[in-house]
């Protein structure tokens, strides 16, 4: 369980937590180069909290992925700065990508909680400091990349060599966007290769802030290219090219089949995939359950449940079951949900309309489909946003000032020996 305090989030920062940051950077970022998409098309970023425009990004297509990829080959050519460059400088320039996240901590996390809706609380204490891990952890790598000598009968040398794998497509979704860009770019960067990296067009902007410091900490032109863009357009180009030699995606079970699709229709390229899942949380008698409701609690609500490891299936001992539940419905009825740069907020929005819906659609399904659930467990499905602010203008839009999101399914274990198997 992560721990973080929100009430501390005044001392975290440089500014009052209720001004909201200036979007600086807006466009395609391609050889160290912001520039127009080819069709001079945008999108709107929206904030989560209330509908609302916040600026307008540009919207990469095939011409602009396929421009991405010429660049990141030039980039990768034999005797080009970034092959020749040592493993230790990668490592330098890995650790001056930190430093300056450092310097810009603040600016990053009011940028991602308002691209995101995540309160600010957790973007100063966990979103920005372990992307900065994540980068440092490789920039400590690069020079520790190498193969082996290995004995063999005859007059032979026999060895291996560890080489980049070449250009690097990755593919980002919207619920840690910074922590999920780092740990595409610094694995990939720490041993020489290149990328092309689109982010979730949810969350575009604290991506295209990080190009900026890409370019600032030097990285050569190519190294890094933020496509940002629709999945079906700018995504699907990236998946099927045919000069793209891997390609790293998290995000749905769904999106990640047409990534293998597209692998093996184009060139067979390597393909990484992060998926969703159900994460079960399983609740024995002997347990504390004061503790145990605190963890389910915070397994499923963390970052607003949009967490693909969050606990989405509870089984609990039928002794305890009654209890276990009355408990957790006390436990929702206390979190704050509110504008994520309130101090006193632990849940901000959902990131957009759809995923709203979703989740209103599966609690009305679980009411229909478990007719003998108590009205502990009908009123937990709805309690967690009973104190929703519904005078905030941040809650109108896509919000609809609902007071119920999230259902948390718990399954009585007479026997949890068998249920396991």
């Not at 909201?20 to 970023?45: G, H, M, Q």
């Not at 989740?359 to 007719?371: A, H, Q």
């Amino acid at each position: 369980v992560i721990s973080y305090h929100l009430t501390k989030v005044s001392s975290m920062t440089d500014s009052p937590p209720s001004v909201l940051p200036k979007v600086k950077y807006t466009k395609i970022f391609i050889d160290n180069e912001w520039r127009d998409s080819e069709s001079r098309k945008t999108f709107p970023a929206l904030n989560p909290c209330t509908g609302e425009k916040i600026c307008d990004v540009a919207e990469a297509d095939k011409a602009d992925v396929n421009a991405a990829v010429e660049s990141a080959k030039r980039a990768f050519t034999l005797g080009s700065e970034w092959r020749k460059m040592d493993a230790s400088e990668r490592g330098k320039l890995l650790n001056r990508l930190a430093d300056l996240m450092e310097r810009d901590k603040d600016y990053l996390a009011r940028l991602e909680s308002l691209d995101n809706g995540k309160p600010l609380g957790v973007s100063l204490a966990v979103d920005v400091p372990v992307a900065i891990s994540c980068y440092r952890y490789y920039a400590g790598y690069a020079d520790k990349v190498h193969g082996k000598t290995i004995p063999i009968d005859g007059n032979y040398f026999c060895y291996t060599r560890h080489e980049p794998v070449g250009i690097v497509g990755a593919v980002i979704p919207w619920n840690f966007p910074m922590v999920m860009q780092a740990w595409k770019l610094a694995p990939a960067l720490c041993c020489g290769n290149v990328v092309v990296l689109k982010p979730a067009e949810q969350t575009p902007l604290s991506a295209l802030y990080i190009a900026s410091l890409i370019k600032e900490a030097g990285f050569p032109p190519g190294v890094v290219n933020i496509v940002p863009g629709y999945g079906p357009t700018a995504g699907a180009a990236l998946t099927e090219h045919m000069d793209v030699d891997k390609l790293a995606f998290t995000g749905s079970t769904e999106v990640g089949r047409l990534i293998m699709q597209a692998s093996g229709k184009s060139n067979l390229k390597n393909v990484t995939l992060e998926l969703g899942g159900k994460s079960p949380v399983i609740i024995f008698a002997d347990a504390d359950l004061n503790e145990a409701v605190e963890i389910s609690h915070s397994a499923l609500f963390f970052n607003m449940g949009q967490c693909c490891t969050a606990g989405s299936r509870t089984f609990v001992e039928d002794s305890i079951y009654d209890e276990f539940v009355q408990k957790s419905v006390a436990m929702a009825r206390k979190r704050t949900v509110g504008s994520p740069f309130d101090p006193k907020v632990e849940q901000g929005p959902q990131i957009d309309q759809e995923q709203l819906d979703k989740i209103m659609s599966l609690i009305e399904s679980g009411k229909k489909r478990e007719r003998s659930s108590s009205a502990a467990e009908i009123e937990l499905a709805t309690a967690a946003f009973s104190s929703n602010p519904q005078s905030s203008p941040m809650f109108r839009t896509p919000c609809a000032s609902q007071r119920k999101r999230f259902s948390v399914r718990f399954s009585r274990s007479y026997d949890l020996k068998q249920s396991m198997k």
